[in-house]
Nanobody, 122 residues
Framework: QVQLMESGGGSVQPGGSLKLSCTGSGFPSNTFCMAWFRQPPGKGREGVAAIDVDGSLRVADSVKGRFTISRDKDTIYLHMNDLIPEDTAMYYC??????????????????WGSGTQVTVTS
């Protein structure tokens, strides 16, 4: 059974930084593309960044230059800098065996974590 466990969310002031982590289990190591999505209050879910086992990645234009994604086997990280109030959202980890980073952010992946809340407020 595939499981994704996120951690690292919290409350931060504008301009601050946070690092989210997600560890996957229940699937063969280094076989799934993994990604971060977010859902702001009252809005739909959007893709933030995705990374494949070969290191290829995709970052959404809305966060490019401020957020980066990295990976260590079946753990991925979202490094968030220069946070703004609009980054406030529930952040979800996702995984899929058949997708690549571009399609991970376009089409709903197969597996999801339960999410971690990020709040940016002064």
């Amino acid at each position: 059974q595939v499981q994704l466990m996120e951690s690292g969310g919290g409350s931060v002031q504008p301009g601050g930084s946070l690092k989210l982590s997600c560890t996957g289990s229940g699937f063969p190591s280094n076989t799934f593309c993994m990604a971060w999505f977010r859902q702001p209050p009252g809005k739909g879910r959007e893709g933030v960044a995705a990374i494949d086992v070969d290191g290829s990645l995709r970052v959404a234009d809305s966060v490019k230059g401020r957020f980066t994604i990295s990976r260590d086997k079946d753990t991925i990280y979202l490094h968030m800098n220069d946070l703004i109030p609009e980054d406030t959202a529930m952040y979800y980890c996702a995984a899929d065996r058949t997708k690549v980073p571009a399609t991970m952010l376009q089409y709903p992946p197969s597996y999801w974590g339960s999410g971690t809340q990020v709040t940016v407020t002064s």
